[in-house]
């Protein structure tokens, strides 16, 4: 696991066992605060550890950005800690995470000490968190999940993105004209940092174009889809790439051209449905 910290109060955990996937924490007077958790038990532990026994603070609150494993697994090894969370990502992970974390446990004996906690705290639009002489607002910000959210950091303008900010838009499990929308309420904000839910932190120097490329990834697949009308979906895939979209398919040690192909995928049964009578990709 690699650790980052970028501020005197915040400080950025990096899995390496899994997709790159990033945990935050908010050290501030009254507590910290965890935004998500690794999907394998011991790192998340290791985060534990090393903010308590290490640094001295306990963990007051645990956001859940949404309801997705590799972000909420390890939600159980912070017992003293509220949990907070989109109201979409109480229901989803009563029921979708309910059957995840059983597949998980039966096919990994690494997560048979988990159980599943939901979110005591829940909104639907917006929640601001003031503790000690920190303020955190998060949002709903839907497009990768439906309960998707991203919380920023007032008093050091860094917002955590979750996967609303990733090296590849990944809209398979949410919607792509919401994912857009999110994205566009992000620009031109002046954030210090941007911490992705998978891989590197974007810096401020570096935003607007993380984001542009971002939106500009969405438009470019929309449009090599409609231009694709009467072909195979299997012969799609090979002619429609990440990088024709604007993306480096070396991203997250090469796990980009697998999520661009299920991105790809979605995008042509989304096109099956809306375009019937205008001839459909088979």
């Not at 694709?228 to 990440?242: C, D, K, M, Q, W």
């Amino acid at each position: 696991m690699q650790r980052e910290r970028i501020t005197d109060n915040i400080l950025v955990f990096r899995s390496d066992q899994y997709a790159q996937v990033t945990a935050g924490v908010v050290l501030t007077s009254a507590g910290a605060v965890l935004i998500d958790t690794l999907l394998y038990p011991e790192e998340s532990r290791r985060i534990r550890r090393f903010v308590e026994a290490g640094l001295g603070y306990e963990f007051a609150f645990v956001i859940n950005t949404h309801f997705h494993a590799d972000h909420t697994t390890g939600t159980c090894f912070f017992p003293g800690a509220q949990v907070i969370g989109h109201r979409l990502c109480r229901d989803l992970l009563d029921t979708r995470g309910r059957d995840g974390l059983q597949h998980l446990q039966e096919s990994s004996p690494e997560f048979e000490s988990v159980r599943l906690v939901l979110p005591n705290i829940v909104f639907d639009d917006e929640l601001t968190l003031c503790l000690g002489d920190t303020t955190i607002t998060m949002w709903s910000s839907p497009g990768h999940s439906p309960d998707s959210i991203v919380c920023l950091v007032e008093e050091e303008d860094i917002l955590f993105a979750a996967d609303t900010v990733m090296p590849i838009p990944y809209f398979v499990d949410g919607d792509f004209e919401n994912f857009k929308r999110s994205l566009r309420r992000l620009r031109n904000a002046g954030f210090e940092n941007i911490v992705q839910g998978h891989g590197d932190i974007i810096l401020r120097g570096e935003a607007e174009e993380k984001l542009d490329s971002d939106l500009a990834y969405l438009d470019l697949l929309d449009q090599a889809v409609a231009g694709s009308i009467g072909i195979g979906a299997a012969e799609a895939e090979e002619r429609i790439t990440a990088e024709d979209c604007g993306k480096s398919q070396v991203l997250l040690n090469g796990l980009v051209r697998e999520l661009h192909r299920q991105n790809l995928r979605s995008m042509i049964e989304r096109r099956q449905r809306s375009d019937k009578g205008a001839g459909t990709l088979l």
